[in-house]
């Protein structure tokens, strides 16, 4: 089958799909979707590889630990036997403030100290596996804090492994600028369905070069328009392409042939 649509980032192996998960399959067969697989945890990041392995339509699991979703560490000789041809990146890691500790002081500093140890843990993990990263990154309302510290991390590591840090920023939402820090990194940015409603984001849109450029749906959360309000799948990622190529002015063949191209590159490894 002939993929022309790739959802980079999704959670196939969520209680949100088990009732049918086999329909929302057929649908991506039918419209010639393929997704990522993307684990939080150990048990998840195992899920993930699972469905990859059994889904011809689920092109790759990444694997990893989310900075919230679990107070786990990163066992890198536990995540070291999980790797095969299947795993084609690490995360989804990174940093998120979003809920700190209200209280300050030590309580809020062990957060901070915990999550950069585990992002750097999973940094290093993937530079000497070669493999990319999918960075999850949320600062808190108003502030691009979390970014600031992510891209402060990737510069400091890629002063040691070079071009071995690379990947994307998923699920961004934040501005141009800080869009523009990433690019100068290598890092591709990665739009969800949140584009078709949040009109501020649309600046950088049209901001971010298309072949730096992904897209994804994040199911089961986020659906774009029209679907907003019900459980997000892959194949709702073709909406998010459509409004891609509206925002940008551009015809959507162009922009879907681009953005394959570019999770191919950045992802299964061609050119």
Known sequence: MEIKYIDT??????????????????????????????????ETSKQAIALAESNENILGAIIGVHPTDTNESFDSQAYQALLSDTVIGVGECGLDYYRLPAQTGAERDEVYIRQRELFEAQVV?????????????????GTTNAHDDVLEILSLY???YGDAIRGNSHFFTSTKEIARKYLELGFFISFPGVITFALEL???????????????????YAAPVPHRGKRNEPVFVIDTIKAIADIRGEDFDVVARQLLKNTQTVFLGTK
Not at 31 to 37: E, K, Q
Not at 209 to 219: A, K, N, R
């Open 9 to 42: 980032h999704s959670h196939l192996f969520e209680k949100k799909f088990a009732e049918d998960k086999d329909q929302v399959l057929v649908r991506m067969q039918e419209n010639n979707v393929g997704t990522f697989a993307v684990g939080v945890s150990y």
């Open 202 to 220: 649309h600046e950088v849109v049209r901001d971010v070069p298309l072949d730096m450029m992904l897209v994804e749906t994040d199911s089961p």
């Open 158 to 160: 890629q002063k040691t």
């Open 125 to 141: 993990f993937a530079a000497e596996n070669d493999l990319p990263l999918m960075l999850h990154v949320r600062p808190t309302d």
